[in-house]
């Protein structure tokens, strides 16, 4: 397996991207697992693949399957992917509510949503006489990461100047940017703004309310820390203290509703991406 992340190095395309990262799985790989899980995400992500590479997202009892490149918007659910056979995966994953400012039409507000895209014809719309070779890009994805960030920085920086801001993606770039110890209450006071005109504003940019998305990015961090620990020195009444819980049960309430296990069970199964894929080479 060969697994990167890497930041954009271009200011402008850091308002919008939180990173550019690749997935490449081998037929011979140790410990893949068939069907990995994918944890909720405020964020959205344009994946990048070979053409006739096949996707498989599937929760409760709908699948949504195609080929080729496609955006995964935010979502607040667990998805099962098929990971059966060997996979390459170029990732852009936008900033949460970054969508609402990239043009990404015919609606850049959308949640729980996977939708086919053509990665070359979107990047093809703000450059002259580019012939852009998704096999390649993918290519030099598997050897050459800062090259290829690079070259990503390029394809996508006429997009992303192209972008609009208003007041209510300039208010939620603010939200967001706020310490997670904050409350929903105390931000009105740090923005100077009322609890109501936030939250609206939320919900218009990100499509998800302030609490949804708290919710997942607590779960995203719980998981992170998770996957880095050995199952035999968990101490969850510590897990739960770190993590702000009031005791040891209301973390096992909360990972049961949250991804339909217990702390028990999921450390034993480790079955989500974050514990497959997790252990980038990070640059």
């Known amino acids: 397996m060969k697994a990167w992340l890497v930041a954009p190095k271009n200011e402008l395309i850091s308002q919008y991207v939180e990173c550019y990262w690749f997935i490449k799985t081998y037929a011979d790989d140790e410990h893949q697992l068939d069907q990995p ?22 929760v409760d009892e709908q699948t949504v399957t195609g080929s080729g490149s496609h955006w995964l918007f935010p979502y607040n659910h667990t998805y099962t992917l098929d990971h059966s ?125 302030l609490k949804q998305c708290q919710s997942i990015n607590k779960l995203d961090m ?4 998770l996957s880095k620990s050995q199952q035999d020195k968990i101490d969850w009444s510590d897990v739960a203290l770190q993590f702000g819980f009031s005791d040891q049960p209301h973390l096992i309430r909360y990972l049961k509703s949250a991804i339909g296990n217990t702390p028990s069970e999921y450390v034993k199964q480790r079955d989500f991406v974050v514990d497959i894929y997790g252990d980038y080479e990070s640059s």
């Open 85 to 209: 056979r060997p996979t390459t995966m170029l990732g852009i994953k936008f900033h949460a509510g970054a969508l609402y400012s990239v043009n990404t039409s015919p609606n850049p507000v959308r949640i729980n949503e996977i939708s086919a895209v053509s990665f070359a014809a979107l990047i093809q719309q703000y450059h002259d006489d580019l012939n852009l070779d998704i096999d390649a890009l993918l290519a030099q994805g598997e050897f050459e990461s800062q090259q290829c960030a690079a070259q990503l920085d390029s394809l996508i920086l006429p997009w992303l100047q192209q972008a609009n801001e208003d007041k209510h993606s300039a208010l939620i770039r603010k939200a967001l940017a706020l310490k997670p110890e904050v409350t929903i209450a105390q931000m009105g006071q740090h923005l100077h703004c009322s609890q109501r005109t936030l939250e609206r504003s939320f919900l218009r940019v990100t499509g998800m309310t």
């Open 37 to 58: 899980k994918l944890n909720p995400d405020a964020c959205g992500h344009l994946i990048i693949t070979p053409e006739d590479q096949p996707y498989q997202f599937a």
């Open 222 to 225: 719980l998981l992170t820390h």
